[in-house]
């Protein structure tokens, strides 16, 4: 019964936003008449609102921010919660959108492409000569639209995205870093998520326009959209961004707003809820602001068709995630979600329906990605007359958490009972031999327990040590303490080890005859 009221409340919904933009809606969506089209809409979003205050309470969220949009309006904004520094959240209260600034760099790049200044499919080198890999040959072959649906070959986790040091030439030093990175997968092959396929379209629109990303953006994308709360450099995010937060065992913890200078491109592009909501009614407009053609329809189209196969029910097109989750509700689901250092956001569009959702969250933590993303995907899915999934968080966190404490367990055990043994002067009895293997064991222990955790590890995942501390803090900070500890322990016991086969040595000499 409930799934059928879904249904039924979904066309209401649907005849609803006609009602309302012939009517004339204001930016806000407040419409001056009440009938019944218009109540199913209020019911639909107030049903919205209550599962996204579940969703806060469940995953601990100190802060969050949405919107609902039509093609020419908002419809609805709300804000509930606080900031950083203990501020009530509002609707105009920035945060960092993390990858969700991919379509938005997929949009300054189809201007481009539009004034005949980029054409998709040619080399990256036309217009970034300096751009190369570790293979000479596939970085010849990179094209833009390689970049755009994520099919370069470039992996994740080059060390060249998510750096807070403030440089001359950010992207510039990014780009020249992607010299030693080998490529996954040749050209135009597979999809292989990574954030750098964004920095270099960045440095790409700088090569073309000759002026700053974020320059650039903010002419022809900002100010065109009426965004006027966007966070495009470094010294927007100081002045204005507070703290986020992620999480310690479970718990909220507020980390620095940090930022990347070359990262607008990518994921350190940021504003407020509405700013990020006038964008969605562009690509739910074909490409119209308010009367004003941003962008050609075709452009849209092309943008949010799916190019690169991601799974059984998920493609990639230029900037946009395309799938199949929402098919059974009468509409195709595009959408992107994103995450940097404290801060989440999701951005879903459902153009059959014509309605679009804006979700974004003052918290991030890697191993609750999932049930924050899952929060702005089950809102659209609701809006659109469906049912949400159940959520369970990712039961990895807790064994990770718990194996790491047991293993610093350990450590400190084995580095404790030698030292205790010699402050009381204790030498336990035994053959120099067997003290030179027992010290090469645990030396060669420890010493591959901190490789294991400290580099073969993080590196399976394409991360490091610096990037675990920066997404999963609680997890990185205890595998640091791991290294530490395991370091320590060769130290301590090398050191014990040749205490005790000097006094070994002293006692052979002192007891010949």
Known sequence: MRTQARALSAVMLALGVVLTTAIGATPTGRVAHAD???????AAIAEVEAYMNERMEATKTPGMAYAVVTPEAIVRMGAWGE???????STDTPFLWGSVAKPVT?????????????????????????????????????????????????????????RFDHRDDSYGHAIADLGDVAPRSAPGEEFEYASENYLVLGAVVEAVTDRPFAEYLRTHVVRPLQMSGAITTSDDAAERLADGHSYAFGQPVRVPAHYDPAGQSYGYLGGNVEDLAHFAMVHLNDGVYRSVQVLEPESVETMRTGAARVSDTIDYGLGWRVDTRNDDLGTSTVWHSGAVHGFQATLVLLPELELGIVVLQNIYGFFQDWPLVATGLHAARILAGGEPAPISADPAYAFTLSGLVAVLAVIIGAIGRPVYQVLRGRNPAGARRGLVIATACWTMGGLALAYLVGVALPDSFGASLRLIRLWAPDVGWLATGVVVGALALVVTHLTIGMLRYRWMSTDRTESAP
């Open 83 to 89: 900031d950083g520094d203990g501020q009530p959240i």
């Open 36 to 42: 019944p089209a218009r109540a199913a809409l209020d």
């Open 106 to 162: 997929a949009t300054a790049v189809m201007m481009l492409v539009e004034g005949g200044e980029i054409d998709l499919d040619e080399p990256v080198r036309t217009y970034l000569p300096e751009f190369s890999l570790a293979d000479d040959d596939a970085a010849e072959r990179v094209t833009v639209r390689d970049l755009l649906q994520q099919t370069s070959g470039i992996p994740e986790g080059t060390g060249t995205t998510d």
